[in-house]
C-alpha cells in the first residue's frame, strides 16, 4: 500500500495505484472542518486516518465526517469512529452528526455494535 499526502488529502492506493481509501479535509477557516471519509474504510486504512484526524483535534480543529463517497467500513475502522467521537466530545466544539451515512454503513455499524455511540444523518437517495 502507499500513502498519498497532500495539504488536505490523503489517500491510501493499492499497488495498481487505485485508491482504497482516503480522506479530504475542508475547514471553514475558524474552529470546524468537514473530513469527507471515501472508498472502503479497511482495518489497513484506520490507523493511517486516525493519525490524520489526531492531527486535526490537537490543533483546535472540530470534526464533522461526510460519508457520502464511503462504500465499507471495517470493525477496527467503526472503533476509530467511535474512539475520535469521544475525543472531539471531550473538547469545546459542539457536536455534529455524521452526514450522508449510506444505509449499508448504518447497517455495518449496527451489527458491529457502534451505531448507538455516533450522532449521524443518513444519506439521501
Known sequence: MK???SPNELRILDDQERMI??????????EMCT???KGALTH???YDLEDELLALISVGKGIT???AETESISG??????????????????EAKPIQ???????ESLRKIGCLSSLEYELKEE
Open 3 to 5: 500513502r498519498f499526502v
Open 21 to 30: 481509501c482516503g480522506m479530504t479535509e475542508t475547514c471553514d477557516g475558524g
Open 35 to 37: 473530513v469527507a471519509l
Open 44 to 46: 489497513e486504512c484506520a
Open 65 to 67: 465526517f461526510d460519508m
Open 76 to 93: 477496527t475502522f467503526a472503533k476509530l469512529l467511535v474512539s475520535v467521537q469521544a475525543r472531539l466530545d471531550e473538547t469545546s466544539f
Open 100 to 106: 450522508n451515512m449510506p444505509k449499508e454503513i448504518c
